[in-house]
């Protein structure tokens, strides 16, 4: 056993030798023929460890040597400034300067001692970016990764397959119409090796793989946008090809009503709802539970902006009738935490449960 371990430290010592002796080489043959740094094509390899020192230099100095600001006639951040120069790799430094700001003369930057009132302040002047069209590389990004639609971003993405493919096609085909020669002035045998039988093959195996991968890859895109649901069902449909906007209903407003409830009063945080909330009587209950923030988005839609001054008066003539003169006064009254019954709070959402499912 100890001969076997001789052996293999034996061989690993070698082969980190050879690597140690291949990298010097390496680094002898490059510094040699570089021409950017004469200290490494005069002292090649040895050269190296000058620009190792002056990299750690920087931390040794911050606690043991001088600054780069106190050596004369010429600092090491001036001579820096100018070695960046001559090798043309720019002489800005973006964050931060070792000048001493307490001395005379010191260029300092601070914020403006009278800013620009806000009726003194010119317009800024709109932007538009990418016009008032959609795009389709786009929309099939948003579908995809912002709304998580696969099935719509699968049908955008084949739209937008087919006219690249057409394009490939029509640009092979005018390609493959012209005939081409190469005049060279190099040597020639006119013989063309051919690769052995166990070499040939295989590759072409390998390659034969790869494509069928990429057929199928790309031919689930074709199959996840003529189906219901990757995956799951498997059923044709067209309705992938439509975009339409969805909007919620106010039965929707259930789950996360409950949930709000639930949960207010027990996490240090405001809680926000949405989804289901069309009218101020919808704002009252997520109030009720404990919302601190009611968002609304399908009702705008559905009945204009204006909308909007219908569910405020909603909302007022509710607090009006109760007595409320303010929405901190009914906030999680109904929440789980200050009902006295919260068994019965749970029980409650329980039997509304069952009665759904008649």
């Known amino acids: ?18 690597l140690i002796i291949a990298t010097l080489i390496v680094w002898f043959i490059k510094d040699v023929s570089q021409k950017k740094h004469a200290v490494l094509r005069n002292y090649p390899v040895v050269g190296r460890l000058r620009y190792f020192f002056e990299k750690q230099g920087e931390y040794f100095r911050q606690y043991f040597f001088m600054n780069d600001r106190e050596e004369l006639p010429f600092n090491r951040s001036t001579r820096g400034w100018v070695y960046r120069l001559a090798k043309a790799e720019g002489g800005v430094i973006g964050f931060g300067s070792t000048n001493n700001t307490n001395e005379a003369g010191s260029i300092l930057f601070v914020n403006h001692a009278f800013p620009v ?16 069209y959609q795009v389709l590389a786009t929309q099939a990004f948003i579908q995809m990764i912002e709304l998580f639609d696969l099935q719509s971003g699968a049908a955008l993405a084949m739209l937008l397959l087919v006219p690249a493919l057409a394009a490939f ?12 020669i190469t005049v060279t002035g190099g040597a020639r045998t006119g013989h063309i090796r051919r690769l052995p039988g166990w070499i040939k093959w295989p590759l072409f195996g390998l390659c034969l793989f790869l494509a069928g991968f990429n057929v199928l890859l790309y031919g ?11 995956g799951f069902d498997y059923t044709p ?7 339409e906007m969805v909007l919620s209903r106010p ?7 409950r949930w709000i409830g639930l949960l207010y009063g027990r996490i240090q945080a405001d809680l926000a709802i949405t989804t289901g909330v069309h009218s101020g009587l919808d704002a009252a ?12 988005a399908s009702a705008l839609l559905e009945n204009g902006i204006a909308y909007m001054s219908t569910m405020l008066r909603q909302l007022e003539g509710w607090m009006d009738e109760r007595g409320y003169q303010s929405l901190a006064d009914f906030r999680g009254k109904l929440s789980h935490k200050e009902v ?19």
């Open 237 to 243: 449909t067209t309705e992938n090809l439509v975009t």
């Open 169 to 180: 096609i029509l640009q092979h085909w005018i390609t493959n119409r012209r005939s081409y």
């Open 220 to 230: 689930s895109i074709f199959v996840g946008a003529a189906v219901k649901a990757w």
């Open 1 to 18: 056993m100890s001969g076997v371990i001789g052996i293999i430290t034996y061989g690993l010592g070698t082969v980190i030798g050879f």
């Open 117 to 132: 009132l806000e009726e003194d302040r010119l317009p800024t002047p709109p932007m538009l970016i990418g016009g008032g």
């Open 340 to 358: 006295l019954d919260p068994f019965g709070f749970e029980r409650a959402h329980y039997v509304d449960l069952l009665r759904k499912q008649k």
């Open 251 to 257: 039965e929707e407003m259930k789950l996360p009503l």
């Open 285 to 296: 209950k997520a109030i009720l539970a404990g919302a601190t923030v009611v968002q609304t």
